[in-house]
């Protein structure tokens, strides 16, 4: 597929479906329309390949063997390494630590930077839209050094409540962390004016971009942020591999994370020595496959163009919403001015999870739940939602099916 740049309204929608091979089915008799990639998205052809190709020609342990296999999986191994730290990017490859996804990369933070610095009374600042990824490492190191946990509250309409932000940062403050984009809300945080507003307090900031990396452009550099966490299997790439980007000076300092093969230098029973950066925090034999998984997804979105992904989950976005609003009872969750491609809804006397079984009947994938949000949950003050995500396969066509297939819940159920 080679994609030149287009019109707006040209996204080639119908070419890019035929680029992931399992929208191609029948659910139940009906066409998969798959509206749940906020939780996780489909992979391209190019990432099944890079994947196959990996384990039929290259495969073998990376930086150890001096052997063809192994050189060739160490090149494309850091190759993808390469293509992250351009794709955010990044001023060093020394900054991208591959982990497990966004969980492990927010423990790694949890962990090496903030546990050795917290003193009793100190404090970490989250917010209420966090998902639970980005509040329980928290309350781990919490618990570990007698630190505390601030939350900064939500608006009516799901936007931060930057009073209270700017309250809540003071002399005591060592850690600002917070999501980029919301999974529940698809809130878009302003976090350039976050970041400058904690560094003015001199505190550190973790972004979490499970949601922002597969909808945004993405500069780090311009963020300035401290640290930025992300996951493979929600921007079209393998579950199992993540990355954390760390300020190289910040990732120097830290101690390991994890001990093991690959991140040392020497060992002796008395002490060991630690592998430069980023191999320290790269303890074991790591994904490998699903690293090269993770470079062709880059490289697909960049034939694309993040810009062009962005504006066609935009106008995904406005025609569900308006769409949604037209039905009696369905009260969106989540107005924020800045939105990405995630609708939460709840219609008055259904439960959530018998509107997904209805439309599951229909062959239409979408969540319900707390979201792994459950303090956001209570915090709107109902039980559950429904979650309809949008990716850059989906198409006005399956959000009319939505609409259709919210009316017959209705029709069954309320
Ligand atoms: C999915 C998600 C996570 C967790 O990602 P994993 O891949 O499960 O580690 C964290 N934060 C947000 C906002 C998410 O959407």
Redesign the pocket.
Known sequence: MNFHPMAETSFPVQQIRRDFPILDQMINGYPLAYLDN??SSQKPLAVISAIDHCYRHDYANVHRGIHALSERSTAAFEAARHKVQTFINAASEKEIIFV???????NLVAQSYARPLLQPGDEIIITAM?????IVPWQLVCEQTGAKLKVVAINEVGELDMEQMISCLNDRSRLLAL?????VLGTINPIVDIITLAHKHGIAVLV?G??AVPHLTLDVQALDCDFY?F?G??MYGP?GI?ILYGKRELLEDMPPYHGGGQMIQTVSFEKSTYAELPHKFEAGTPHIAGAIGLGAAIDYLNEIGMQFIAAHEDRLLDYASEALAEIKGLRITGQAKAKSSIVSFVIDGIHPHDIATVLDQLGIAVRAGHH?AMPLIKYLGVIATTRASFALYNTTDEIDRLVQGLEKAKALLA
Do not use: P
């Open positions: 906020a939780a497990r996804g966004t969980t492990e990369a927010i966090e998902h639970h990824s980005n999501t980029h984009i919301s999974n979490d499970a949601q966490a996951s299997h929600k579950s993540g792994c």
